[in-house]
């Protein structure tokens, strides 16, 4: 039985791949930041009481910003494989915490490898980074592959960049099988709630449910390449069980303004809007809804924009290669962006049903 270590393994894609690595047959460990209040909704399925025998998947306390907890977990689990999975993860928010961020994605990535070669681990533990397309950030060259100069433009870009190459450095420094998924944005119905295609899809549902009235958005010209993270975490365990080490882009090809991922999703609640105004002004209104089940008026000024969003230094398009990811690891994405939105609308419109009717029966 192989043994896999997640870092992250709460977050979105934590919570898929550690799913994906049971189906196989692995025994998994992951780590857990201690917190306040329960944050393991996105595992509580696949969570296994302690008490059992032959447990498969276990959990443990950690955090990337402390060595010694690293070290000793890698210790005591001794890895055939770590995907280190675990970062603050918002772009927006790095500008406000931008030393942490840097603790956590940049030098935590160094305190994994670190630990692996002390502990004498480089011939046994491969390991994946999760690398990013925001590498990529002012555009250089599109479509973005692997060897796209990099031009990162926010802290957390800057942060993903020093673990991108110290995962490189520690590659040919050392011989250890360390690899870099450069993986595009991928959404699912699990993804953190302050992204921007879940913030939409919430968003919508909320408002076709008569929840909320008008949904805030920032930077609607954005362009993003978005995948499925179902998809995306099959590549990482993909990239690890190559002959050689090596870095991929994992994209789907595609790319799709903000703007027109809102109009995705209203359309999956029978409703149709129209963007007019510029800059600041600019706002999407109803013009025709044919699902009467849900609150919406035509001439409903759905969308407004609020400078607050706005990034100070943005990244404005991306768009990514995968030839490589397709030619090398037969890795091809299943999910296309209307099967996307489709499966996230379906998943908030049915969360905030089960909320307005919790709510309308409270004693
Ligand atoms: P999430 O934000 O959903 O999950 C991040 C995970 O990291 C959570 O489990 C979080 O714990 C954990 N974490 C945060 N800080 C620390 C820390 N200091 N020590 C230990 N764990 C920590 O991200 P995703 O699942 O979407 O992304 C996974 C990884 O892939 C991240 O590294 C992200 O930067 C990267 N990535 C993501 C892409 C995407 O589009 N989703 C694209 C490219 C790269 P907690 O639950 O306690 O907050
Ligand atoms: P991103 O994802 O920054 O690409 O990073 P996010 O969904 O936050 O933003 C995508 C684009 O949408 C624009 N935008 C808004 N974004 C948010 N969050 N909220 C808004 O209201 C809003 N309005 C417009 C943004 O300006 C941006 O251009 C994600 C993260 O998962 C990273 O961890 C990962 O590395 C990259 O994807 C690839």
Same mark, same amino acid.
């Given at each position: 039985m192989k043994t896999a270590l997640i870092t992250g393994v709460t977050g979105q894609d934590g919570a898929y791949l550690a799913e994906l690595l049971l189906s196989k047959g692995y025994m998994v460990h992951g780590i857990k930041r201690r917190s306040s @209040?329960? #944050?393991?909704q996105r595992i509580d399925h696949i969570y +296994?009481?302690?008490?059992? *025998? #032959?447990?498969h998947f276990k959990l443990h306390y950690g955090d990337l910003s402390d060595s010694t907890n690293l070290i000793r977990i890698i210790q005591e689990t001794q890895p055939d494989e770590i995907y280190n999975l675990g970062a603050m993860s918002h772009v927006k928010v790095s500008f406000d915490t931008p030393e942490y961020t840097a603790n956590a994605d940049g030098i935590g990535t160094l305190r994994i490898l670190e630990a692996v070669r002390l502990l004498g681990l480089t011939k046994k533990t491969k390991i994946y980074q999760a690398s990013t &397309? *925001? @590498? !990529?950030? @002012? =555009?250089? +060259? %599109?479509?973005?592959? *692997?060897t796209t100069p990099f031009y990162p433009r926010s802290p957390y870009a800057v942060a993903k960049m020093y673990a991108y190459w110290i995962t490189v450095n520690y590659r040919e420094a050392y011989d250890m099988f360390a690899c870099n998924g450069i993986l595009f944005n991928h959404e699912s119905p699990r993804r953190g709630e302050t992204f921007v295609t879940r913030k939409i899809t919430r968003g919508v549902a909320q408002m076709a449910l008569g929840l909320q009235d008008t949904l805030f958005m920032g930077n609607i010209d954005s362009q993003r390449d978005w995948g499925h993270a179902k998809d995306y975490v099959e590549a990482m365990w993909l990239i690890l069980q190559q002959e050689k080490p090596e870095d991929y882009v994992i994209s789907t090809g595609v790319t799709t303004t903000v703007r027109d991922f809102i109009k995705m999703a209203f359309k999956e609640v029978g409703v149709e809007v129209a963007f007019s105004g510029e800059g600041v002004d600019e706002v999407a209104v109803v %013009? &025709?809804? &044919? #699902?009467? *089940? !849900?609150s919406f008026t035509v001439g409903q000024v759905v969308v407004k924009i609020d400078p607050? !969003?706005?990034?100070?230094? +943005? =990244?404005d398009l991306l768009i990514g290669d995968n030839t490589k990811a397709k030619t090398k690891l037969g890795w091809e994405p299943k999910y296309n962006l209307e099967m996307l939105v489709k499966e996230m609308m379906e998943a908030d419109v049915e969360l905030f049903k089960k909320e307005k009717h919790l709510k309308a029966h409270a004693k």
């Open positions: @209040l329960f #944050n393991t +296994e009481d302690p008490h059992i *025998e #032959n447990q &397309s *925001e @590498l !990529y950030g @002012l =555009v250089q +060259e %599109v479509p973005q592959k *692997e %013009v &025709s809804t &044919s #699902n009467p *089940e !849900y607050t !969003y706005f990034r100070p230094t +943005e =990244v």
